[in-house]
């Protein structure tokens, strides 16, 4: 009977442990989308447009007299973190858009996104 009662103790020790884990999330940026950067038209996108779907650039930088190319960046993580093991998993989603704006309209733009999970 000892026995046996020391094998559930320790089974839910075991279970109890495994169970101790930890949600992170961190997200930075503006949020982009692939359905909010669709909506730009090149040539005809004004740059009021633009700071209402997306907010104000995380740079600005001065290509010319007549072009400005702003950036936006964003990037979102969450994980699965154990208590005794560690991370185990991990999901990130990061994206990059640059606009060129010539006098207040959208003349090009370019968006990158990343999907990348890990588990260990």
Known sequence: ?????????????IIILSSCSQNNFIEQGTPLSKEKVSSIVEGSTTESQIISLFGE????????????????????KSSTSHLIIGETRSNTISGTLEVIISKGVVTWYNYDENHEQKRW
């Open 1 to 13: 009977m000892k026995n046996v009662n020391k094998f559930f103790i320790a089974l839910f020790s």
């Open 57 to 76: 650039p995380a740079s600005k930088k001065v290509i010319n007299s007549d072009e400005v190319k702003w950036t936006y960046k964003y990037i979102r």
